[in-house]
Every structure is written in C-alpha cells, then in structure tokens.
C-alpha cells in the first residue's frame, strides 16, 4: 500500500513551486489530517458540505453525479499530485451536488476549511505556498472548464489531448453527460480525432 504518509512527503509534490525548508512541512502535521480509502470507498457523501481538500498523493479518484439509471456519472477525475474536492463547495462551506469517491487505493492529505484558516494564521511563512497552490488550482479549473465552453467540435478535442490519463477513467457515457451531447456524438468525435 506504498510508504507511510508524512506531511514532509508534501516537499517533493510542492518543490516545484516554492523551495521551503523540510521543517516547515514537518510542522503543518497537527492541520492536515492524513486519510486512505480503499478502491470504490466514499470520499465524501452526496449533499454534504464540501469540509477537506484533499490532496492526492497516490491513488485515483473521481467527482460524481447521480444518474437516474445506470453508473453515476464521473464529471472530474483526481490523479496523483492534484486536490480533490467540489470547489465551489469547498470555499462557499455550501453542501455539494456531486460525491466523491476513490476509484483506487487513495492516500491523501485533508485539510479542511477551518484548519486552513488556522494554518495561515498561525504559520505565516506559508502564505506564499499556499497562494501559489490557489493559483495552480485556479489555473486547472479553468483549462478543464474551457473544454467545455469551446464549440464541442474545439472543446472535445481539447478535452482529449489535455486529460489523456484522465480520459481512461471516462466511459463514453461520462464524456455525454459532461459535455451536455449524446453518446452517439461522443462516439463521432472520437472518429475524428487524428
């Protein structure tokens, strides 16, 4: 099941934003909360306050919508080295459409909204990390978001060379429900892609 999670584990997955000295890691331990889920666990339950972003340090897992019939649908895949979490749900402290579940084994570091809040004030040296990891999500949130607001016959293909590993994760169902189409024109668009 891989090493025993550490928040110094978090210098290599963050190094490539700020250098910060090991200790400072070694000292957000009593604000984030380490957790593991096994393959098909709930991560967090439909309708609930999105309380923890959880940073994924091994495993895969997936945002999801309730179908009426059928698999819910998958609208977000987290790989490793990204923050799980309804966002929206996350910063307005609002209950969240979407569940969240592992679709692997899943070792994360949570940190919920309170314990961020405390972090930033009682550990003022790593405001600037924590603005430069705002920045990335935001920065992701946007490229996901622009698949989706480009004509499909832009957006899809965008989609698919931006989230080649995420795309293995999304039945052709997923892909209809996301970009609002039928099965039958996913299945066209994945024809014509080079």
Not at 29 to 50: A, C, H, M, W
Not at 67 to 91: P, Q, S, W
Not at 101 to 123: G, H, T
Request: with cysteine; charged share 25%.
């Amino acid at each position: 099941m891989g090493k025993v999670l550490k928040t110094e584990l978090l210098k290599e997955a963050f190094d490539h934003l700020i250098k910060l000295r090991p200790e400072i890691y070694r000292n957000l331990r009593p604000y984030l909360q380490v957790s593991t889920f096994q393959k098909g666990e709930i991560i967090r339950e439909l309708n609930e306050p999105e309380q923890s972003a959880h940073f994924i340090y091994t495993g895969t897992a997936a945002l999801l919508f309730p179908a009426k019939k059928g698999r819910d649908y998958r609208v977000k895949i987290f790989m490793e080295g990204t923050v799980a979490a309804d966002l929206n749900a996350y910063f307005d402290q609002s209950d969240s459409p979407f569940y969240l579940r592992a679709l692997s084994y899943v070792s994360c570091f949570s940190l919920k909204k309170e314990a961020e809040i405390a972090l930033l004030n009682e550990m003022p040296e790593i405001s600037r990390l924590s603005t430069l990891i705002n920045r990335e999500l935001l920065e992701e949130t946007y490229k996901y978001l622009k698949s989706f607001q480009l004509p499909i016959d832009e957006g899809f293909p965008f989609f698919w060379e931006q989230y080649k590993e995420e795309r293995a994760f999304l039945s052709k169902k997923d892909l209809a429900f996301i970009f609002n189409t039928s099965s039958a024109t996913i299945t066209k668009l994945i024809n014509q892609l080079p």
